[in-house]
Structures are given as structure tokens and as C-alpha cells.
């Protein structure tokens, strides 16, 4: 019978009539169910046979017939009719079973259940028909000073206790201990009021297993006499182990679920896999992932895809109820060698079913031969029981954990099997999402590497460092962006954006943004009129996300001050787009916040203006750009935030990455509740020897005294081997202009990392690369420039353009 029957079956017993009659068939105990039952008091019952007092008149004949048929069968069950004490008849399943008691003598028994309780009972009837014969169900009787009188077969088979052990003695001089003393004191409550108590639980280790405790389960009735004293105390006793050990690992598995995946470490989950099961379920455990699960890869389903060729696999957890897990042939973190295909480890990769070894066997002739290191472990410790489970998530197997059993004698059975797999799936789950963390996280990673500069150089215009602090820690990525873009005439453009949210979402918009943004800086536009292309440029961006996913609202916006710097005339130009106004440190310490117009953010959909204002900046002033991450904080407002900000810079004179790390360094310890981003450039000028310009006349008989202008000051600057391309750049330039444009013409040279040839003219056209052909007498100059210089291009002006070429102060050979 299985143990949730049986529990059911005693759980109703106690709830039926049971009476203790002797060997003559006088009842000698009677239970207030019987009462219930029948009608009939103890008073009534006690000290007359049952048969006088319960059997019908047309029933006395069979009456006898069973109780013959149950002294020589040694029990007996069946339907009868009991005489009612209203004189009606009552239809019964009627039970008796012996009890031994001192000398040999023998009562018996009996229970009896009304037969409309059966009909509507889970099991039918069926399993009470023979609970008192055949059932594991023990029971004893003890009397009023606990001490047992009575007790059948089933309890000694249940708890190895002797009959005659048990008998004349009480619980706590048979079975000493707290669970004894605890079953006594309830028993003195159960005689003092009458009520039963059902399901009472206690543990005890069977002589046949010391090391493994049985759990019992026992339900203690009083037996009344006569006159309604207590006789004793009728006890059923139940095996619940199993029940008990399947609530036990429920709990285990509970606990499992908060105690394994605490991080998103991928080796720190399988430690506490290992950490966790010993010593509850084993006494040495290994947890080995294959090498491509830290590294958040992709693993091999199984073996038998890949051929002949084993994946390396590492040790990402160890326990053993020996300090130091001295059984460990490698350290956690090492790498780990699978044993050869014949052993179980490779069949359960291979074929992602798990092993059972209850008796590892360790004799020659098996693949412990090819592995003398972990035979000699196992035969020094003593390793007797193994389980290899492998570790599945979503169709692929990470490792392997290896259970093992060298203390506790028990062998491994198929419910520990069953039980392992379990708590190996909980883990997998958590050790796959570490996986898929990890490979998130270095995507994410690779994202930003790609989205933000690698490397900011501001050439000759300005010194420049910076730093990002993501508010989403984990992954490292966020919407805020800075750049420094070089720009024609040795300008630089700075720029700080910041769009709305974080995560990797803002990352991947932010990406889209810088990418615009360089593209228009190309183009040489004006603050303002960069950030009005820009405007539109996210306008664009979010009506084709609108439409790419169906959403009814697309949230696209960004914040963005942009700036260009010219070291020549040491004017800077800058214009913001709801953005932070940037701090400027002059050289002797003070800290302006210059009073730009604000301007609307990008991307809300209104038509936007923006207005540039232009500063002159000192040589060696420094321009801190930020996001209102590095301002704001949850219990200080912005206002307060740009003073922390000033009182941190008003330092000029300190190298700019320490200066960025204190100002870094005043940020709250607590996350950022927001991206904060710091672009620091301190200001460089230009010698005015580095710089020659000449106003020419809009004469092509003039052309040549411009390469004769440009040729003279190579000479004093030293760089006569780029006299001929130069003077070829400056003859098409010069012509263009004087053929094409308006005067005044004026010819500018640059010498800073790269030499710049500029022309300006009054007329605002830009002049078209062409590709002439064979024919073609003209339309060669600037397809000339262009094969001639490193970069070239046009600016407009206030008053015009600028065509420009940069050529490398050293050709490249």
C-alpha cells in the first residue's frame, strides 16, 4: 500500500467506532466513536460480550461463525448489521485484528465504520478491508501509566523493536529521547481529555540503518471502561519516511531557488551548486562548465555533434565535506580533463542522460584503468556511490556536476537521481542566464567601445580628456555621447549630447546621433545651423521607428551643445539644444557659466531655432562640457550641482585627467540615477609665425605671384619639399576663385600638424569636383587638388566660402 493510502487509511480509522474486547469476547475498552456509532455507553458495553450487546437476533448464529473464523484465522473483516441502541440496524464494515499482550494472552481489536461514511470515502472502502491485517500500520495499547499491554506484528516490523522489548515497558524506556518524552507528553493529554490526536511525527534510526532516521507518524485515542474511565491510550503508528523525505528535498529545492544564482557570475553559480549540495545530498561535489560558458558562447548540445574533438570544460565549483576538498584533482577556476569515451562522464555528455552508480565499482577492467589520478582519489577516500547529471538549459549542455558519497554509507538511489536532476535544472537555468548575461554584457560593451571615440585628439586647437559614467553599471552603456571632431583651418568642433533614458536602447539612438553629427560637422556648418540639421535628421529617425514598429507614441529626443574652436583667432562658437551650458575656467581660476540661449531639445517635434554665440577664449582657458547626470542628483537640485561642478574646476592649472578625476570624485557614492558624461579642453593658440595670409587682386596674371607668395614662406617655414604640390594647389585654388568667384580673394597658409592651403572669395558657390574627359580642354583643377592633398573641402563664411586643402607636413613614401 503506498504511503498516502496508508496515511489515508489511518487518518479515517480514527475517525471509526473502535472497541478492545478479550479472547472470551467481552468488551473490555470502548471509545467515545463507538458510542457515537452505536448508541451504547461504555457503561452499557463494558464487561458484556459483544455479541449480547451488538448482534441482532437473526444475526447471532453468524455472529459466532465470525468470531470462530477470527480466533483461528488470526483476524477477520467483513459487512455486518449492528442492533442500533434505538433498536434500529446499522449496516458496518466491520475490522478485527489481534493484539499480543504479556503472557502470551491475546485481545483483539475491533473497528467498525458505518457504511454511508465508506460510500463517500476517497478510497472506497477498499483499503480499509484489510488495514488492520495486512497494512504497515502498528498498534499498541498502553494503560493509564503509559506502559505498553498490547501490540501486533506490524510495529515491530516497522521500528525493529522485539515484542517482548516493548511490553510491561513505557515509550522512554525503550526509545530514550526527546521524541519519546515528547509522544509520552501528549499521550498523558490525550488520556486526560478524551480527544484524539492525529498525525503526531517523531524520528527514529532502525538498528538495521543507524546512520538513516525514519520518520513515523502515530495517532493516539483513549479507551474508556464501563463507567467512562480511561483504560490506556490505543496508539497507530505509520512509516512516513518517504512522505517526510519528499517534504524535506521540497524545502531543499526551495532553498535551492535562493541559495544557487545569488549573482550573474557564471562560476560563482556553479560554486554554490557545490556549496549547496554538500553536505545535505552528498559528501563531494564537482560542477564543471565547458570553457565556452564563462565566456557567455554558445556550447555544444552534446558530444556526438561534434565528432572525436572533446571541448575543454573548467572547474567552476568544488565542495567536500573535507576541508580544502582534498578529493579535487584540480583547483576551481582550472581547467579539467574529461576522462577517456568509455566513461561515464563522456557517455553523459554524449548522450545528455544522466549516471547512477549506487557501488562505484573500482576493480580492474574498467575506465578507472585509464585514469589512475581519480582511481587513486577514490580508493584513498573511500568513494563509494556516484551520480554524473549533466547540466541542461534551453537544448544545450553546459557541464556536468558529479555527486559523491564517501561518509554516509547509503548508497545513491534512483529518487536521488531524480532529486539531483532537479536541483541541477534549477541551477542550469540560473547558470544559462549568467551565460546570456555575460554575452549581453560584452555585446553591450562592444556597442559602446564602437559608439563612443577611442581616442580624443584636439590637435593643435586643444588638450582634451573625458569621462563616462553609465547609470546602468551592469551593462556599461547609455545615451549620452561626447566627441571631438577635427575640422578644416586647425578648428576643432566639441560636442556633448545626451539622449532620454539609458540603457542600451539610448546607446544604440546615441550611436545614430554621433553618427549624424560627425556627418554635418563635415560639412562645416555653423553650431546653429548643425543643430537645426540635426533636429530634423531625429525628427526623421523617429518617424521611421513610428512606422517600423507600429507603436502609437516613438520617443526620440536628445539634448546637445555644440561648439567649434578656432586657435587662429582663439574665437569659439557655440550653440545648445536644451542642453547644460558649459563651464569656462580662465587661466587665473574663475568659472563662468556663459549665458548661451537655451534653445529646444531635439526631437520634440516643434520647429526649432537655434541661435550660436561667439566668445574669445585666452590661450590655455579650459571648457568643461557635462550632462545633467554629473548636476543632478536625487536630494540636491541642478543650481546646486553647477557649484559642486565650478568649486571642483576652479583649478586650471592642474593636468586635465586629474582635474577630471576631481571633479568625478564629488559625484554621491550611491549608482547615478542618470548617465553623466565630462569632456574637458583646455585651449591652445597658434604663433602668428604659423599662420601667412595675402589679399590678392582677382587677376589670372596675378596667379603666379601667389606661388611665388606660397613658395617663400615653405622656404622660411622649412618645408621646401611640399613647395611644388603646394604651388600647383595654390595656382588651381587662386584661378577658380578669381574665374568663378568675387573678390577680394585672400590666400591663407597654415602650418600647424598639417599644412593648410586656403583661398576665400565673396561669392557663396560651391566649386563641383568634376571627372573630365580626354577630350575636355578644362575641369581638371580640383580632381588635381584632390589627388594632391589629404583632405580637402569648402566652408562657407559670413562674407563667402573657404576652399581649403590639407597636405601632410611628411609625404607619405
Known sequence: MAVREVGQSAGQMIGAALAVVDGTGTVVGWTHAAQRLTGFSAAEVVGRTAVDVLAAPEDSVKASECAQQCRREGGWSGLVGLRHHDGGRLDVNLRVAPLAGQGGRTRWVVSATSMSDLSSSPVNGLGLDSLLSSAPIGIAVRDPELRCTWVNDALARQDGIPREQRLGRRLTEVLPGCDAEAAEAVMRRVLESGTPRVDHEYRLSLSAAPRREHAFSVSFFRLDDGEGRALGVCAMVVDVTDRQRARERLAILSEAGTRIGSTLDVMRTGQELADFAVPRFADYVTVDLAESVPLGEESPARLGAMGSRIPVFRRAGVASIHAGAPESLWPSGAPVLVPASSSPFTEVLTSGRPHLEPVLD????????????????????????????????????????????????????????????????????????????????????????????????????????????????????????????????????????????????????????????HTLATMDLPPDELLVQLDDTISRLAEEDLEATDETVAVVGATCLYAVYDPVTRRCAMARAGHPPPAIISPDGRVAFPDLPPGLPLGIGLAASFEAVELDLPEGCVLAFYTDGLIETRDADIDAGMRRLGAALAQPDRPLEELCSAVVDTLPTRAPSDDATLLLARTRALSPTQVASWELPPDPALVGNARALAAGQLTEWGLEHLAPTTELIVSELVTNAIRYGAGPITLRLIRHHVLVCEVSDANDTVPRLRHARTTDEGGRGLFLVAQLSHRRGTRYTAGGKIVWAEQELTPAL
Do not use: C
Not at 551520480?387 to 548508497?411: E, K, N, Q, S
Not at 563616462?468 to 552603456?477: K, Q
Open 362 to 517: 573500482t576493480s580492474p577492467g574498467t575506465w578507472l584503468d585509464q585514469d589512475p589520478g581519480r582511481a587513486e582519489k577514490i580508493r584513498r577516500y573511500g568513494m563509494h556511490s556516484l551520480m554524473i547529471v549533466p547540466i541542461h538549459a534551453r537544448g544545450a549542455v553546459l557541464g556536468v556536476a558529479v555527486f559523491i558519497r564517501t561518509a554516509d554509507p547509503a548508497p545513491f538511489e534512483a529518487d536521488d537521481l531524480l532529486f539531483a536532476e532537479e536541483l541541477v535544472s534549477r541551477a542550469a537555468l540560473s547558470l544559462d542566464n549568467a551565460r546570456r548575461y555575460v554575452r549581453e554584457r560584452a555585446a553591450a560593451f562592444a556597442l559602446q567601445r564602437n559608439l563612443l571615440p577611442r581616442r580624443l585628439s584636439g590637435g593643435a586647437a586643444v588638450e582634451v580628456t573625458s569621462r563616462y559614467l553609465p547609470a546602468d553599471t551592469e551593462d556599461g552603456v547609455g545615451g549620452d555621447w561626447f566627441d571631438v571632431i577635427p575640422l578644416s583651418g586647425a578648428r576643432v568642433a566639441l560636442v556633448v549630447g545626451d539622449v532620454v533614458g539609458h540603457g542600451i536602447n539610448a546607446a544604440a539612438t546615441m550611436g545614430r546621433l554621433r553618427t549624424a553629427v
